[in-house]
């Protein structure tokens, strides 16, 4: 009885962390993050970082993609007879698919949303304009809103997702926090500072 019911969360737990692979580990070589400040530093608002969001958001989606995969291993497991094992597999990648399908009835988005892509460029837009917060403008994005670093003025209320850079807390405690939290930020949103 105890054995299957640790097969069963063995195959829950896979089946959960399956689909999140991609993001936690594909874009976190140092290769792909050259150019950008490490880990959790505030980054400079730049075309880059606005294609490192449109990036971020294809990696969650295939994501998506790959819950295919605990859900026919999942079924496989449950004909070829270690069906406690299966049975967490396919739960798993069924809540992922789920939690995902929310958006179509307007719940969450991913963390990464073309949304947010062009609220950077508008940003950016603003701070090439004559409605600039200053005479130099350095937009750069913070774990709770995009400030500028020549004024400190806030120059947009949103809180920075998870964007694929190797993570100060290390690769094990980092994707530890990147699973429960499936990228999105981890703070609430600061009210009293504007
Ligand atoms: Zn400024």
């Known amino acids: 009885m105890i054995s299957a019911v640790l097969f069963f969360i063995a195959g829950f737990l896979l089946g959960h962390l399956m689909p999140r692979i991609p993001f936690m580990v594909l874009c976190r070589t140092s290769g792909f993050n050259k150019g950008f400040p490490p880990h959790p530093e505030p980054i400079p608002l730049s075309p880059r970082l606005t294609q490192r ?5 294809w990696f969650h989606r295939l994501g998506t993609f790959t819950t295919l995969l605990p859900l026919c291993f999942g079924y496989l497991s449950i004909l070829g007879g270690q069906s406690t094992f299966g049975y967490g597999l396919f739960l798993a990648g069924g809540w ?4 995902r399908a929310q958006v179509l009835l ?47 003025k806030r120059l947009e209320e949103m809180l920075r997702p998870d964007l694929g850079r190797p993570r100060k807390d290390g690769f094990f405690r980092g994707g530890f926090r990147l699973w429960l939290s499936d ?12």
């Open 53 to 57: 969001v449109l990036h971020m958001r």
């Open 96 to 99: 992922t698919l789920l939690s």
């Open 106 to 152: 307007d719940g969450p988005p991913v963390a990464c949303t073309l949304e947010m892509a062009e609220r950077l460029q508008m940003v950016m837009n603003i701070a090439d304009s004559e409605e600039a917060c200053c005479p130099h403008p350095q937009p750069q994005w913070w774990v709770e809103s995009i400030r500028c670093e020549s004024c400190s």
């Open 183 to 194: 990228g999105r930020p981890m703070v609430l949103p600061d009210e009293s500072q504007n």
